[in-house]
């Protein structure tokens, strides 16, 4: 039941709510006065529904300053904590679930790097030596009817069998294991990486002691990340995650969805095209990735700061995140 106070001054939460929620009532956006006062009700009714204690309120502010403080250009410990939280995965499932057939999206995660280098086409990722086990990726992005897409730009980063990503390890070349192809009118897609092995996210800071307080473990399964973006089409930034993960029922960050696990495909080192040089089990592993059709100019789906043709070459859309 509502209590409301007649007088001037909130006094009773709903009064305190209501009041809150008031102030907001001349934004002049719309969606920015829809988002906030939605924003309030829900946060008071958190408040609310658990008895928030002021001693808990403020604990939660020194964590949420302390993720803020542990930020840096390459740790983004907020994004960790949406992830983590199942936010990250929430919010891109209701902005927008793929149309039936196209290649399903999933987290963006803190790793990807903008502007990777564009790497002629069946090239390697591959720049230091112990990186892991050869694989080579194959594929063919397409539309919603099958056609190829030329000049689609394809975007993959991953880690080292060392689990870490470039942008993490200071012993890796910064642009070890990513690269960016453009596909030809074929819209084929090729080229020679490692397999990528499980890792923990980052868990030494704010996010790292929320998991370990509750009993969660920070491990993800085993993936590549590409972010595939072309003219007239939607960016898609999703995974391939390899089937033999030991980890694929437990993703730290929810992002696990059963059609973006593929089979990387053993061989052995006299087979055809193993790699120069490598006596031991390497893999190839065999992908289309479809695109969705881009929304329509003015359709409230297109996300403001949409990648225009003439960005993608340095700044591929990351509105997928
Ligand atoms: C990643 O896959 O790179 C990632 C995603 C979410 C949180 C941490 C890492
Ligand atoms: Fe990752």
Redesign the pocket.
Known sequence: MRVMHEGPHPVTPDDITAAARKSFDQAPDERLRFLLQRLVEHLHAYARDVRLTREEWAAAIAFLTEAGHTCTDTRQEL??LS??LGL?MLVDAVEHAAPAGATEST?????HVEGSPLRSMGASIVEQEGSGEPAFLTGTVRDLDGQPVGGALVDIWQNAANRM?AVQDPAQPPENLRGRFLTGPDGAFAFWTVRPVDYP??DDGPVGRMLAATGRHPW?PA?V?LMVSAPGFRTVAT?FFDRTSQRLDGD??F?VKPSLVVDFEPHGPDEPGAPDGWDATWYTLHQDVVLAPAPAAGDPDQPAGAASTEERGSQPGRWDS
């Open positions: 994004i960790l992830d983590t990250s987290v963006l995660g803190p790793f990503y996210i980052p993800r993936h990340h995974h730290a960050v992002g």
